[in-house]
């Protein structure tokens, strides 16, 4: 009997699995806390695999390295319910030493970052990679408040719910604390 009942609730169990898949992933992995994306004062690159979307960022700031922030990502996918990407872009640049608020065109969701340091400013400039899904990713939009409040500290900003995606991000220039 014990046997006959396992066939049976075995589909079930797989059935429910995939569906737990949807909502749920374990926590992000940075990889170990000294990988970074970039170094103080050097450029880079970052994109998230196909499919997949920046959930997590992680920044620490040193003015000793010209105010400059180190700076590491984690990506998971999309949502089955937003389809496959259908094309992906980059967004125009946000230059350095200047305030600046930007979203992603086209309904796109976050999945890079491109970045370049400008000693002359002691700031980066900024241009976001996004990706449009098949299916179109609710507006329901607004800005986090899981950001440092002060220029100099630390950040570590997750999207603690699926669904949540980062669409874009909005930065403040002071040129008295660069």
Not at 62 to 91: F, H, I, V
């Amino acid at each position: 009997m014990d046997l006959v009942l396992l066939w049976v609730f075995l589909p079930l169990v797989t059935v429910a699995w995939g569906q737990y898949g949807d909502y749920y992933y374990s926590p992000y992995n940075y990889g170990d806390n000294d990988e970074w994306v970039n170094v103080y004062r050097q450029g880079f690159n970052f994109q998230c695999p196909h499919g997949h979307v920046i959930v997590a960022v992680r920044s620490v700031f040193s003015k000793k390295e010209g105010s400059d922030r180190l700076w590491n990502y984690a990506c998971m996918p999309a949502a089955q319910s937003l389809g496959e990407p259908t094309e992906c872009w980059w967004e125009e640049i946000n230059r350095a030493g200047t305030e600046w608020y930007q979203t992603c065109s086209n309904n796109g969701l976050v999945a890079g970052f491109q970045s370049q340091y400008f000693p002359s400013v002691l700031d980066r400039e900024w241009q976001f990679y996004c990706c449009r899904y098949s299916r179109r990713c609710p507006y329901s939009c607004w800005l986090t408040t899981e950001y440092p409040g002060h220029y100099g500290e630390d950040m570590d900003m997750m999207m603690y719910t699926y669904d949540h995606y980062i669409r874009g991000a909005t930065t403040t220039f002071s040129a008295v604390d660069r």
